[in-house]
């Protein structure tokens, strides 16, 4: 079965950190580009990280970089958002995804088309 | 930033009714354009690419058009499993951006 399953989300203070980890399944890890999204309670979507199949690029939205790290582990399968700093407006359900592949691997970079099912973050004292 | 702005927010509509739901963007991004919907308590799922491109599973009735900065998602025949939010997101640069979403809600 094709799975995202997320872990590492909780409730963390002001200023905390903490490292999701997202172990994928059913489909070949290493050729994929994979991002995190993220929803805060009640509000919309918002893009967080990028990083192509091999690492080699990644991205950030501009009000992340430099507090939050993407970083992928093909031989286990797994990616992973080291996240320093919080506040308490990262407080959201942070999703791993991957992107689109069409035939001839070809990667539409930016559309995702499969979706873990989320684990949230909390940030408050 | 490119900024994705959809209208309406939230719309009402009965079973069998023809939906329209716009997304404008802030600058041209061609078609590099998609739509997701979401159920509460779920993750999204993709329903078009490429502006009007139909994902693989995605039933007929949905379909999308535009180009360059505006675009619309239209649901023919509004089915009960429809009743959900919908985004639209442009993948034209490397910050992808989402609109601020749509509810679609039973009259």
């Known amino acids: 079965e094709v799975q995202l399953v997320e872990s590492g989300g909780g409730l963390v203070k002001p200023g905390g950190s903490l490292r999701l980890s997202c172990e994928v399944s059913g489909f070949i890890f290493s050729d994929y580009s994979m991002n995190w999204v993220r929803q805060a309670p009640g509000k919309g979507l918002e893009w967080v990280s990028s990083?192509?199949?091999?690492?080699?690029?990644?991205y950030y939205a501009d009000s992340l970089r430099g507090r939050f790290t993407i970083s992928r582990d093909n031989a286990k399968n797994s990616l992973y958002l080291q996240m320093h700093s919080l506040r308490a407006e990262d407080t959201a359900v942070y999703y791993c995804a991957r992107d689109l592949q069409l035939a001839g691997r070809i990667t539409i970079f930016g559309v995702i088309d499969l979706w873990g099912q989320g684990t949230l973050v909390t940030v408050s004292a | 930033d490119i900024q994705m702005t959809q209208s309406p927010s939230s719309l009402s509509a009965s079973v069998g009714d023809r939906v329209t739901i716009t997304c404008r963007a802030s600058q041209d991004i061609g078609v590099f354009l998609a739509w997701y919907q979401q159920k509460p308590g779920k993750a999204p799922q993709l329903l078009l690419y490429a502006a009007s491109r139909v994902q693989s599973g995605v039933p007929s009735r949905f379909s999308g058009s535009g180009s360059g900065t505006d675009f619309t998602l239209t649901i023919s025949g509004l089915q009960p499993e429809d009743f959900a939010s919908y985004y639209c997101?442009?993948?034209?640069?490397?910050?992808?951006?989402f609109g601020q979403g749509t509810k679609v809600e039973i009259k």
């Open positions: 990083i192509t199949s091999s690492g080699n690029y990644i």
């Open positions: 997101q442009q993948y034209y640069n490397t910050l992808w951006t």
